[in-house]
């Protein structure tokens, strides 16, 4: 799996481009870790993605940094898949939707899918967080970085007119490693004008809320 031989362009546009299939899939099939930033997240998004992503890199690592909001139909499942109390959960194998969601929750408990909630924390930044950015790493350290879209999912139902930028370490290692630095200082709750809390933390703090509009697929 390389990143570097994948024919990558600067820029993926809706009106000309297909950005799932000809950025996101080559990009989630080569790499061993995915970073993303993003403003909402569904169950469905999620679950899409994480087992799309792990069935054809077994052992890869998710991180993803959202914001606090959730829709309501989700957010009740996403407290039990995240938890650390793992007896909160009862599956039944023989239910499709029950046995991803034993995936998911496996993948967790395994430190593979690990989910973070940013929240504004100033009065200069006293909305919701939207940073849009995500980063590819492979095995050989080579790191494809993007911005731009807030839906990224395998599955196509999001149909947002979007445009990201794409940077990559061997043509632009400067950009890449700014991407790198922001995601890492979120991560580390290092971040001015943001908190950034554990899942666990923000749902027994009472910090995750219904979201009033619907939410974008990640």
């Not at 970085?145 to 400067?174: C, H, P, Y």
């Not at 979120?186 to 027994?204: G, I, P, R």
Request: charged share 30%; aromatic share 10%.
């Amino acid at each position: 799996m390389e990143l570097r031989n994948l024919k990558l362009k600067e820029q993926y546009r809706s009106d000309r481009d297909d950005i799932i299939s000809e950025f996101l899939i080559p990009c989630l099939n080569n790499c061993i870790q995915y970073d993303r930033t993003v403003e909402f997240v569904t169950l469905r998004g999620l679950t899409t993605l994480s087992l799309g992503f792990h069935n054809s890199t077994p052992n890869a690592r998710i991180r993803i940094i959202t914001g606090h909001q959730f829709d309501i139909s989700d957010l009740d499942m996403m407290e039990k898949l995240f938890s650390r109390n793992s007896n909160r959960l009862n599956f039944n194998p023989e239910i499709i939707r029950d046995l991803k969601l034993e995936q998911i929750r496996r993948l967790v408990l395994d430190g593979n899918l690990i989910f973070k909630i940013a929240i504004p924390s100033s009065e200069e930044v006293n909305g919701s967080f939207s940073e849009k950015m995500g980063i590819f790493r492979d095995a050989n350290g080579d790191t494809v970085a993007f911005s731009g879209t807030s839906s990224i999912m395998l599955a196509r139902q999001s149909k947002n007119f979007e445009s990201i930028d794409v940077f990559t370490s061997w043509n632009d290692k400067s950009r890449v490693e700014t991407k790198i630095d922001d995601f890492e200082k979120l991560w580390t709750n290092e971040t001015n004008s943001v908190k950034v809390f554990d899942f666990d933390y923000a749902d027994k703090h009472n910090l995750l809320k219904y979201s009033s509009d619907w939410a974008i697929s990640l």
